[in-house]
């Protein structure tokens, strides 16, 4: 799953991270206080190789001050004395470690107690990459680490603002209130909820317009989809190790449709899902490709208790 950039970290995210063991990835890195020390070149060069690997991949956050096993977060740690590691003292260690600079990157300081923090590292995805870490090479995300990148992979991401980069959103668009109505002839409640309204949406974070895309919509098979004309249901796929249901769109400029620019949100369709009357978590994917651009794909989970629905981070 897929954790934005947030405009704010607070405690209660992280610890709602721990709550919902939301596990290590592409875009998600847990780190423990002891990576980051104040006299160790060692770990200043750990920490430039990851935040490089981020910007130089598709953007993400690392949270410094989580313990994790088995890429699960643990707990919250002992944390920092900010007048020992501080926002500013991170910033300018990746300001002069990580060549060429990297514009965009957040730093948030969340408080424990006092004289105790943690820190929320959030990189975006890089539009001036490859960005070299310190020991001069370059590192993406891989898994849940920092690998070194080959050179055809270095030659694409100099050519990242060339082609399109698109990103899929899901949103839901009614209420997420569930209703099982009571089916008069067997006086029990119906298997189904109430349709509940979703919307995909693309965002471009490059300058190169999409005119042509694939968009493809996994939902797991306990759900009933329904979907507009457009899309066309094509299989079925596991996807963390449930069967799911695969429909596809294509957006065309040839289909009157204009081009996918530079960060404008642009609607795609709308669908509508009823849920079982069963507590549960259910998965949603998404898969995008587009000429010149490396393919896309992310899922996420909902979770239903039976009287609503609500992402899981």
């Known amino acids: 799953m897929e954790v934005e950039l947030m405009i704010e970290w607070t405690l209660d995210d992280v610890q709602r991270l721990i709550n919902n063991n939301v596990k290590e990835n592409i875009n998600l890195d847990y780190k423990a206080s002891g990576a980051l020390q104040k006299n160790n070149d060692k770990k200043k060069d750990e920490m430039c190789k990851d935040i490089s690997a981020f910007a130089n991949s598709d953007g993400g956050t690392i949270i410094y001050g989580v313990t994790e096993k088995n890429n699960l977060p643990e707990m919250i740690d002992e944390g920092f004395d900010p007048t020992e590691i501080s926002k500013e003292w991170i910033e300018q260690v990746i300001n002069t470690r990580i060549k060429r600079r990297i514009d965009g990157v957040r730093i948030y300081q969340i408080d424990l107690k006092p004289e105790r923090v943690i820190y929320a590292v959030s990189i975006p995805q890089s539009k001036n990459a ?3 870490a310190n020991d001069n090479r370059y590192y993406k995300r891989f898994n849940f680490e920092s690998v070194p990148m080959e050179d055809y ?6 050519r990242r603002n ?19 109505q009571l089916e008069n002839s067997t006086m029990k409640y119906s298997p189904k909820s109430n349709p509940i309204k979703f919307e995909l949406s693309v965002r471009n974070h490059s300058s190169a317009p999409a005119e042509y895309a694939l968009f493809y919509v996994f939902i797991d098979a306990r759900i009933e989809a329904t979907f507009p004309s457009p899309f066309k249901l094509v299989g079925n796929r596991v996807l963390n190790s449930q069967l799911t249901y695969c429909y596809v769109y294509t957006w065309s400029i040839t289909s009157k449709l204009t081009p996918i620019w530079e960060d404008i949100k642009f609607y795609v369709e709308c669908f509508w899902l009823e849920f079982p009357n069963v507590l549960g978590d259910y998965i949603l994917g998404w898969e995008v490709k587009a000429p010149g651009m490396t393919y896309k794909s992310d899922s996420l989970f909902i979770r239903s208790d039976c009287e609503e629905i609500k992402f899981l981070l």
């Open 153 to 158: 992979e270095i030659r694409d991401v100099m």
């Open 130 to 132: 490859p960005h070299m």
């Open 162 to 180: 060339e082609s399109p980069d698109l990103h899929v959103e899901f949103d839901i668009t009614s209420h997420n209130k569930l209703n099982y």
